[in-house]
């Protein structure tokens, strides 16, 4: 692990000033009190007022104070010269005695309450990095982490090199405990198991790690049941049993993306203490991941089939627009001889088929009899066209899947179970007429019952979404708030 992580260029901006420094930084550091003003003008010079000034703010500030006063950016050196009265150009004649400028920086640390770090400081700032690098492996993050405890505790941040140090041996030791506390997870057979993710099969040259972080292309049938697929053989692998909470869900969520992002090789070459904590968060994280998006594609893809079963329903009746102008003029002819009072009752069917033929008329009547549709009309039979593709994913979406709703006895979880017992069962069977039906909206009624009483298995089939509870169901019933949870399985 590399000690010295910080660059040239970064190494010379944490010994200096930052720059700009924001006015209200400005106005909380550098704006003098008058305590401040008493000790300062114990100095007889104004460069030696103006750098034991500059001094005392920087402290105060950075936690320590630039061994080079005249880097101070311009608008400092003007803000703090004006309290004090003297010209700010004093201050290049500043520094010129190494002594003076130590003896000052004793008196300013013993004015502000500071002290230097003894090895005791460092210990104990070493056991807070570590607890800190369990939640962020970042090695900026945590120097910056290590200066602002030493400012708010008034230690005089020690030298860089130092600090590089304690913050590379903090991540070491987090490692290091990362991997005692999974320990309990890495029995033998776990550790064969994270094993294998690594090696690529002998017929594709893929590795299973390599197809659980391939992502879903497409919101279709083939990309969703993968996608099952992949949830389901994690679920194989005892995950929904694995407890992570010994770690923090920072650090998770850290070693889960390197498992996301490492190339193969570079896991392989690791060493296990490192490996295996990074697989096993990867895994946890990858079956929410993957519950998640499966639970979106199952949404989109029935999305998307609703919105095509709607355009079909409008260009169906665009086609039709001729055929249903025509049996308008029927209906005229027929309605102008029933209201026509000059005509005898036992005249009417005659004249009616004077006026259109009777065979003409049984051809309409057979032909509207196909266009009559229900008064809210859905494109629910459009919809059910798709009942072979849905069928490709909903079995295992239900399978793969548990549904936990807010209330105790909820239809549509009795409805889910209705499917999914038909799904397990060896021979195709008809839908219990008793089946719960309080989430079928009026939409769906009508082409839910078979003439015979029974229900429609493709219609009701080929509508999940409403059984499920998805929100933008056509099938559904209001909506409704159900959690999506992995079903509990072991190895």
Known sequence: MPIGFLTATERDRLDHFPTPIPDEDLRAFFLLSEADLHVIHQQREAHTRLGFALQLCALRYLGFAPDDLHTTPEEVVLYVARQLAVPPAALHVYGQRAKTRTTHFQQVQAYLGFRTATPLDLYALQTWLGERALEHDKPSLLLQLACDKLRREHIVRPGLTRLERLVATARHAAHTETFRRLTPLLPPARVTLLDDLLVPDPQTGRTVLNWLRREATAASAPQLVETLTKVTTLLDMGLATWELTTLNPNRVKWLAQLGWKAPVPQLQRMDPARRYPILVAFLAQALAHQIDVAIELYDQCLWDYASAARKELKDWRQTIARSTNEKLRMFRELGRVLLDTTIDDAAIRAVSF?????????????????????????????????????????PAFLQTLTFHAHGPDDTVLQAIEVIRTLDRAPTRRPIPKEAPMGLVTDTWRPYIREPDGTISRRTMSSAPCGPCAVPCAPAMSGSRTVDAMPIRRHI
């Open 354 to 394: 004077t006026r259109v033929p009777e065979a003409a008329l049984r051809e309409a009547v057979e032909e509207t009899t196909a266009l009559i549709r229900p008064r809210q009309d859905g494109a629910i039979d459009f919809f059910g066209t798709r009942y072979s593709t849905i069928r490709q994913f909903t």
